[in-house]
């Protein structure tokens, strides 16, 4: 039997024993002393030893994680990547030798582009063909799974990767594991556990105590630094601040709120998470180009792509601030935005520095200026909101549905379910979507950070799971959906209790390789011919029918009069405890 056995005397508060008869058991009891809620699963013939493991200690009344059975790798990987979004708790991923780790594809760039600290581990082939020896080779596919470097599958986009190589290490290596994860900048590790490990019988085993072991934090930044930054947004006559995902953190939210009300700055962001209330009226959308052209400070934060330098263009006379947990962006290779004081820090700790040092600074001159700025720019919001307003309902009759009466029916689904948390990977609705839901509360609005699609339903999962209460809704491309293994991830939500509303962008098509194309060829074959290679999804499948396979509620939506009673609809049926897929006929591009 397996459990503790004694805690360390107080001269050493760092570990405790436990008595394990597998290394497997102590690899869980790993996870729950790093408070790991989800295990999220797609077996193998490597991974039984955790699986039982976790039975045995059902059985005995211990605690385990809930585990996540997800078919696809991808559900996997993208629900721990929502989950760790949602409450900043890395999660734990385990799946199947090389071929598992393969699966997990583009979710692996979203979580290292996104900086989610997921701990990843996946079985490694058995090493041995000994008949001693438990866990050794008995199946054709262990010579095959065998790979010259498994790890090397994923080093390019995670922090750290290590084989467990001694059942007694399993404490340690796991506590190093979520170390690593969470510190600054937080992003996916990767260890493999090879199966005659996993069985061994490893006997008395430390578990660490995550308290001795915390994460890294950058904190606040250099002081001088943050207050050039002050001085330099007070003196400004034409600031402006761009963010990614300065909301990743309650901290980041409050803080910009403050610094801009303090100062009347206008934001304008990139969605990532809710950065900034968009009912404000400091709040300017998506579009800098006109900001920017006229600014003589730029303050970014929290943002891999400000801008697109092809497209726009800095005032030469500007001076560019970033303050970013990575701000010269170390893991890309050609990053080469011109930025004359990059500041490595916190934004949720570095913000309120940054207030606090503007408001000792303000003179009268200064608040008369600020107070001018914030009229003005009260003005350009309440016209910026009247003509997304105006340009939704004059489209409100077009059939197909205009993306933008989508996105007003998604508000007012909103307004009357304010708890409502919004998972995004529209693609290239995405931007229409956003300027007309009005998110305003911190924690409502998720996407990925990167650009592997497949990520919206699964990440919904994980949030649904790390928010039990709160309703979710998935607004995903019908080419997202697909990549996203929606037969996989509904039947997770189904069996994991995590039902989530799905809104589907229908516009049959690769819109986001049709808008290069094209933008590059204007009088090519494609244009003249209106024959695009590749791109269309047609005729598109019945998402809708597709829903009930897995339990969940479909409605297919053509009539722009009936999306709001849809949308009501299927979130009635989520509070009840059923997945609604909405398939939503847009026009095609």
Same mark, same amino acid.
């Given at each position: 039997?397996?459990?503790?056995?004694?805690?360390?005397?107080?001269?050493?508060?760092?570990?405790?024993?436990?008595?394990?008869?597998?290394?497997?058991?102590?690899?869980?009891?790993?996870?729950?002393?790093?408070?790991?809620?989800?295990?999220?699963?797609? /077996?193998?013939?490597?991974?039984?030893?955790?699986?039982? !493991?976790?039975?045995?200690?059902?059985? +005995?009344?211990?605690?385990?994680?809930? *585990?996540?059975?997800?078919?696809?790798?991808?559900?996997?990987?993208?629900?721990?990547?929502?989950?760790?979004?949602?409450? &900043?708790?890395?999660?734990?991923?385990?799946?199947?030798?090389?071929?598992?780790?393969?699966? =997990?594809? #583009?979710?692996?760039?979203? !979580?290292?582009?996104? $900086?989610?600290?997921?701990?990843?581990?996946?079985?490694?082939?058995?090493?041995?063909?000994?008949?001693?020896?438990?866990?050794?080779?008995? @199946?054709?596919?262990?010579?095959?799974?065998?790979?010259?470097?498994?790890?090397?599958?994923?080093?390019?986009?995670?922090?750290?990767?290590?084989? +467990?190589?001694?059942?007694?290490?399993?404490?340690?290596?796991?506590?190093?594991?979520?170390?690593?994860?969470? @510190?600054?900048?937080?992003?996916?590790?990767? %260890?493999?556990?090879?199966?005659?490990?996993?069985?061994?019988?490893?006997?008395?085993?430390?578990?660490?105590?995550?308290?001795?072991?915390?994460?890294?934090?950058?904190?606040?930044?250099?002081?001088?630094?943050?207050?050039?930054?002050?001085?330099?947004?007070?003196?400004?006559?034409?600031?402006?601040? +761009?963010?990614?995902?300065?909301?990743?953190?309650?901290?980041?939210?409050?803080?910009?709120?403050?610094?801009?009300?303090?100062? !009347? =700055?206008? *934001?304008?962001?990139?969605?990532?998470?809710?950065?900034?209330?968009?009912?404000?009226?400091?709040?300017?959308?998506?579009?800098?180009?006109?900001?920017?052209?006229?600014?003589?400070?730029?303050?970014?934060?929290?943002?891999?792509?400000?801008?697109?330098?092809?497209?726009?263009?800095?005032? /030469?006379?500007?001076?560019?601030?970033?303050?970013?947990?990575?701000?010269?962006?170390?893991?890309?290779?050609?990053?080469?935005?011109?930025?004359?004081?990059?500041?490595?820090?916190?934004?949720?700790?570095?913000?309120?520095?940054?207030? &606090?040092?503007?408001?000792?600074?303000?003179?009268?001159?200064?608040?008369?200026?600020?107070? @001018?700025?914030?009229?003005?720019?009260?003005?350009?919001?309440?016209?910026?909101?009247?003509?997304?307003?105006? #340009?939704? =309902?004059?489209?409100? #009759?077009?059939?197909?549905?205009?993306?933008?009466?989508?996105?007003?029916?998604?508000?007012?689904?909103?307004?009357?379910?304010?708890? +409502?948390?919004?998972?995004?990977?529209?693609?290239?609705?995405?931007?229409?979507?956003?300027?007309?839901?009005?998110?305003?509360?911190?924690?409502?609005?998720?996407?990925?950070?990167? #650009?592997?699609?497949?990520?919206?339903?699964?990440?919904?999962?994980?949030?649904?799971?790390?928010?039990?209460?709160?309703?979710?809704?998935?607004?995903?491309?019908?080419?997202?959906?697909?990549?996203?293994?929606?037969?996989?991830? %509904?039947?997770?939500?189904?069996?994991?209790?995590?039902?989530?509303?799905?809104?589907?962008?229908?516009?049959?098509?690769?819109?986001?390789?049709?808008?290069?194309?094209?933008?590059?060829?204007?009088?090519?074959?494609?244009?003249?011919?209106?024959?695009? *290679?590749?791109?269309?999804?047609?005729?598109?499948?019945?998402?809708?029918?597709?829903?009930?396979?897995?339990?969940?509620?479909?409605?297919?939506?053509?009539?722009?009069?009936?999306?709001?009673?849809?949308?009501?609809?299927?979130?009635? $049926?989520?509070?009840?405890?059923?997945?609604?897929?909405?398939?939503?006929?847009?026009?095609?591009?």
């Amino acid at each position: 039997m397996s459990g503790q056995r004694a805690e360390i005397s107080s001269g050493e508060r760092t570990v405790t024993w436990i008595q394990a008869a597998e290394t497997a058991e102590a690899y869980v009891e790993a996870l729950i002393a790093q408070q790991v809620s989800c295990l999220f699963l797609n /077996p193998g013939t490597d991974t039984f030893p955790i699986q039982e !493991a976790v039975a045995k200690r059902q059985a +005995l009344g211990r605690p385990v994680p809930k *585990v996540v059975l997800c078919p696809f790798e991808i559900t996997a990987l993208a629900g721990a990547h929502g989950y760790y979004a949602a409450t &900043g708790r890395p999660q734990a991923v385990l799946v199947h030798v090389d071929v598992g780790t393969q699966n =997990l594809g #583009s979710m692996l760039h979203n !979580a290292q582009r996104g $900086r989610a600290a997921v701990v990843i581990s996946a079985g490694r082939a058995p090493y041995t063909i000994d008949r001693e020896v438990r866990g050794a080779r008995d @199946s054709y596919i262990h010579w095959l799974q065998e790979q010259m470097d498994q790890h090397g599958i994923v080093r390019n986009y995670t922090k750290w990767d290590y084989e +467990l190589r001694r059942p007694d290490q399993v404490g340690e290596v796991i506590v190093r594991a979520f170390q690593i994860a969470a @510190s600054d900048p937080p992003g996916p590790v990767y %260890l493999t556990l090879p199966r005659e490990v996993l069985m061994a019988s490893p006997g008395d085993v430390r578990i660490y105590r995550p308290e001795r072991f915390p994460p890294a934090r950058i904190g606040a930044g250099d002081p001088e630094a943050l207050h050039e930054v002050a001085r330099l947004l007070v003196q400004a006559e034409r600031p402006v601040v +761009l963010t990614g995902s300065s909301g990743r953190t309650r901290g980041g939210f409050e803080g910009l709120l403050r610094l801009a009300e303090l100062l !009347a =700055l206008p *934001v304008a962001e990139w969605r990532d998470r809710v950065n900034f209330p968009a009912d404000h009226p400091l709040y300017q959308g998506y579009a800098a180009d006109a900001l920017l052209r006229s600014a003589d400070v730029v303050l970014i934060l929290d943002h891999d792509v400000p801008y697109i330098p092809t497209r726009t263009s800095v005032a /030469p006379e500007a001076t560019v601030v970033q303050v970013d947990l990575d701000p010269v962006k170390e893991r890309v290779p050609l990053w080469t935005f011109p930025v004359d004081l990059p500041v490595r820090a916190d934004t949720a700790r570095a913000l309120d520095v940054i207030a &606090g040092y503007a408001g000792e600074l303000l003179t009268d001159a200064d608040r008369r200026r600020v107070e @001018s700025r914030r009229v003005e720019l009260a003005t350009s919001y309440a016209r910026l909101r009247d003509e997304w307003n105006r #340009s939704a =309902l004059e489209q409100a #009759s077009a059939r197909p549905i205009a993306p933008e009466w989508l996105g007003y029916c998604l508000e007012q689904l909103r307004r009357k379910a304010p708890e +409502l948390i919004f998972v995004v990977e529209a693609v290239t609705n995405g931007a229409t979507i956003a300027r007309q839901v009005q998110v305003a509360e911190f924690g409502t609005w998720f996407q990925s950070g990167g #650009s592997g699609l497949g990520w919206g339903i699964g990440a919904a999962v994980g949030i649904k799971l790390a928010h039990p209460d709160r309703p979710v809704a998935a607004v995903v491309g019908d080419g997202s959906f697909l990549f996203g293994a929606p037969v996989a991830t %509904l039947w997770t939500a189904l069996t994991s209790g995590a039902p989530v509303l799905v809104v589907i962008c229908n516009n049959a098509c690769y819109n986001a390789t049709k808008q290069p194309l094209i933008a590059a060829y204007p009088e090519g074959y494609s244009v003249r011919l209106d024959r695009y *290679v590749g791109i269309d999804l047609e005729p598109a499948p019945r998402y809708d029918i597709l829903a009930a396979s897995v339990g969940a509620y479909g409605e297919r939506v053509e009539d722009p009069a009936e999306i709001l009673p849809a949308l009501e609809r299927g979130l009635a $049926r989520v509070r009840d405890g059923q997945s609604a897929v909405l398939d939503v006929i847009l026009a095609h591009p």
